[in-house]
């Protein structure tokens, strides 16, 4: 590693690797929001990030495989075996709200009558 | 009771055992020094008083019936708040866990039950361990035990600062980039990343699930490489879990060095700009070699890329583990108009700057568009990354880095700056990118005073190896016989 790679320059804003714009659309997708000042924030920090990942552009992978497995194993599959599954009321007491042996969740649809 | 706080695993046990002490007043004595001490260090989130007691109490019992004791009875041990503790509030140390209180225990906690050891309570960290100084816990900032105002690191910092202050012999953490090491490393302990599969993650709550892995962490390598054998072991619930057999991590570490050929990573090591952590690396390497070890020069030379690799596949992956946290289930929910807004309000108010920042990355990655700029290329380079490794054990046995390029930083130091955060994991991301085995333990202190750590990487599932070399360090260079300065 050269000295280089442990400090990095901060570039300038002119041309941003994500845009404000983006920000908030990746925000509506991981179903966060953020106020005008996280999300301005957040472009600046994530533009900085992005612009140092900008490195792996000196390397041609284009013939190297990926690695989604670090050790190569198969998928295993266990005894077809009944058991009991965990307790249900165990399981709701931790929902914030629960009713008739279910999880109680907001209007989703609502249907004329 | 002899030697308290800073008796080891072993010397508690034989105590209990012979029964020149019981477990309920071993017990009592480290529940009392948690309690004390917890409020200059933050360590604990939780201290289980009860369970504690109870479980100290039926080793008493098993002893005076006569029964056999497993390898840490009556030893207490620290466990971070990422592992599942049924009956005990585990919260990630975020708001969106605050009150969760699992129905089940992780794996590693039943072995741990089932081997004697005494649960103290559970570990502060970085929340949902993204981290790595533990500022990013919603609940408390930990302290560095040999300096207050230093960082203890993450994110497994309450389990090390509790190690390191003698509030527990022994520690669980999680590691998912460096997240026991750099901390042991920060804190002056000893700690294991296990081979990806070695260690069931059965009840270990998900950050990144190709890379997170459970490690044990102690003042002595002995200790931790005992816990690592309580812990290993297949687990059918994990279906990452390998078939592999437990090995002798304990007797691997009185097995000496002599013969073993030691990488060293030459230009990474002659980059370092803290010259102290150099010198410290450079004469532990010197006692290997005095000790009958070869020392080999061997090349990483896309480790550089680390840290990008790491940020965009780690973040990735949890962009989608952390989508399960919505307030419909279990933890905190933000009542909204209708269920969308139900989603985002408990979300944005849930989860942490750092959390929100590391969920809007990856999904920034993974969408459409950035997927194959992005997250394909990072696990492209993350192959030439592993055949680094696999190039580098054609010439040795294990490669031998610092654990992190400067002594603990100052608290605050880093938090106004991610990305400057993110580039302190510099050495132990590339071992976890390529899924193997690395301990860290001290190889000496600064000349602040401050603990100095050493990596040592090993192929996959030889353990034992680094045990072996971890101890000659820790016998030459260790810290042992040195207690953190800064304990009120």
């Known amino acids: ?113 | 009771m002899s030697g308290f706080p800073w008796q080891s695993a072993f010397e508690i046990r034989e105590q209990v055992a012979v029964g020149s002490a019981s477990a309920v007043e071993v017990t009592r004595a480290y529940l009392a020094r948690a309690e004390e001490l917890n409020t200059t260090l933050a360590c604990f989130l939780t201290i289980d008083h009860e369970g504690a007691l109870a479980a100290a109490a039926q080793v008493d019992h098993k002893r005076a019936a006569g029964e056999a004791l497993g390898p840490l009875a009556g030893v207490p041990i620290a466990v971070k708040d990422n592992l599942c503790t049924r009956g005990v509030r585990t919260t990630c140390a975020s708001k969106i866990l605050g009150e969760y209180v699992p129905p089940y225990d992780a794996h590693v906690v039943e072995a741990l039950r089932a081997s004697g050891a005494v649960l103290l309570g559970k570990t502060n960290l970085d929340e949902f361990a993204m981290g790595s100084s533990n500022e990013n816990s919603a609940f408390a900032n930990v302290h560095n035990p040999w300096a207050l105002d230093r960082a203890p690191g993450g994110s497994s910092g309450g389990s090390a600062a509790a190690t390191a202050a003698g509030l527990a012999p022994l520690a669980l953490g999680s590691d998912t980039g460096g997240s026991v090491r750099q901390p042991a490393a920060f804190c002056g302990i000893t700690a294991i990343k296990p081979t990806y599969g070695r260690v069931s993650r059965y009840g270990l709550v998900a950050f990144a699930s190709s890379l997170d892995q459970v490690g044990p962490m102690a003042r002595s390598v002995r200790e931790a490489s005992q816990l690592l054998e309580v812990v290993a072991g297949h687990d059918r619930r994990d279906a990452t879990s390998a078939e592999r057999d437990t090995g002798n991590y304990l007797a691997a570490c009185d097995r000496g060095v002599k013969g073993l050929r030691v990488g060293v990573v030459r230009d990474l090591l002659d980059g370092l700009q803290d010259a102290e952590v150099r010198a410290s690396v450079e004469s532990a390497l010197g006692a290997l070699e005095q000790e009958g070890a070869i020392l080999v020069d061997v090349a990483l030379p896309h480790a550089q890329h680390a840290v990008s690799v790491y940020y965009l596949i780690a973040t990735a992956e949890a962009s989608s583990n952390l989508a399960r946290f919505d307030g419909i289930r279990y933890g905190l929910r933000v009542p909204g108009k209708d269920l969308t807004e139900t989603y985002t309000k408990t979300r944005a108010e849930g989860f942490g700057p750092e959390v929100r920042r590391r969920i809007m990355l990856g999904t920034y990655a993974l969408s459409a568009g950035y997927y194959d700029a992005f997250y394909l290329k990072a696990q492209r380079v993350r192959t030439l990354i592993r055949r680094d490794y696999d190039t580098a054990f054609e010439h040795c046995d294990v490669v031998c880095t610092p654990t992190t390029p400067t002594p603990a930083f100052a608290l605050g130091e880093k938090t106004s700056d991610p990305l400057e955060m993110y580039l302190a994991d510099i050495f132990t991301l590339p071992p976890s990118l390529a899924g193997l085995p690395a301990i860290s333990t001290p190889s000496g202190l600064s000349g602040g005073g401050l603990p100095v750590g050493l990596q040592l990487v090993a192929p996959p599932f030889e353990e034992e190896v680094l045990c072996s070399v971890a101890q000659a360090v820790e016998d030459q260079c260790g810290l042992l016989s040195t207690h953190p300065s800064a304990l009120p």
């Open chain 1, 1 to 113: 590693m050269s000295r280089g790679r442990i400090c990095y320059v901060r570039r300038p804003m002119a041309d941003p690797k994500i845009t404000l714009e983006q920000v908030l659309h990746v925000a509506k997708l991981a179903r966060l929001t953020l106020s005008d000042e996280e999300a301005r924030q957040m472009q600046e920090q994530l533009d900085a990030i992005l612009g140092y990942m900008e490195g792996l552009d000196d390397l041609d992978v284009s013939e190297v495989p990926p690695t989604f497995h670090s050790i190569p194993m198969d998928a295993p599959l266990r005894p077809d075996v009944p058991e009991r599954c965990s307790d249900r009321s165990e399981t709701l007491a931790q929902a914030p709200a629960s009713e008739a042996g279910g999880y109680a969740v907001p209007l989703v649809l609502e249907v004329d009558s």
